[in-house]
């Protein structure tokens, strides 16, 4: 190790290294803390600290009392595109699985009401659903609707196909527009994630219309950590 880098930055280059390289490929149990710390002469502290900043990046996940794994890749969402996120996940090699957390009408708050040009706390079709890859939260999702749009939104089973791939079907919308903003959780997030309240995560809220008129408000929260996002643009 060089000198004149930080000893827990020498481990994390070392891991990073066998990891891209290919010797250590996706879900390999990779040496314990104890293991590797008298092999690289540097104590479990410097060790842990490593890991732990490389499970932040993405590239190792910890499952308690088992050991220390790599990660799969990341799912990656489009920038500028919408795609299913069941798909999305299925396409990194995991499977996508969700848990409905609100299913019906509710008052739209204030961002949805806007969005969707409404009196603040109108009725409206209202879904909040979390979204996992092998079981590990990768986003909360949250859509409102104009009332009226996609008829029998409520009454599918979301278990079983997203709120997407209703849409796309029972919906006809011809155009969107999102922006994304980086956050902090609050504990009430963290613990849904699964994810200390520093870790940071991103939010997508995206509006799509049909024919000029604004029919779905959505709010997406992801970790950081857990996703990409990627787009590509003619000049």
Not at 215 to 228: C, K, Y
Request: positive net charge; contains cysteine; proline residues 9%.
């Amino acid at each position: 190790m060089s000198d004149a880098q930080p000893r827990y930055a020498a481990v994390k280059d070392y891991v990073r290294r066998r990891i891209l390289n290919g010797e250590w490929p996706p879900d390999t149990k990779i040496p314990s803390e104890n293991a590797l710390g008298p092999e690289l002469g540097v104590s479990r502290i410097t060790v842990n600290r490593a890991f732990a900043e490389l499970a932040q990046e993405g590239l190792l996940r910890k499952v308690q009392g088992v050991g220390t794994f790599v990660a799969r890749a990341r799912p990656r969402f489009g920038l500028m595109t919408i795609h299913d996120i069941a798909d999305e996940i299925a396409a990194r090699g995991m499977a996508w699985t969700c848990r409905v957390l609100r299913l019906g009408v509710t008052p739209a708050p204030p961002e949805a009401a806007a969005a969707l040009l409404l009196p603040p706390g109108a009725p409206v079709p209202h879904s909040a659903i979390l979204h996992l890859g092998d079981g590990a939260p990768i986003q909360q999702e949250e859509r409102w609707l104009r009332p009226g749009y996609a008829p029998g939104y409520l009454d599918r089973d979301y278990t079983t196909e997203t709120t997407f791939a209703h849409l796309v079907r029972a919906g006809n919308a011809t155009a969107m527009e999102q922006s994304i903003t980086a956050i902090l959780p609050d504990a009430a997030l963290a613990k849904l994630l699964a994810v200390p309240r520093n870790q940071p995560c991103l939010v997508i809220q995206r509006t799509t219309f049909t024919d000029g008129q604004a029919m779905t408000f959505s709010r997406l929260v992801q970790p950081a950590n857990r996703f990409e996002i990627a787009g590509r643009a003619t000049l």
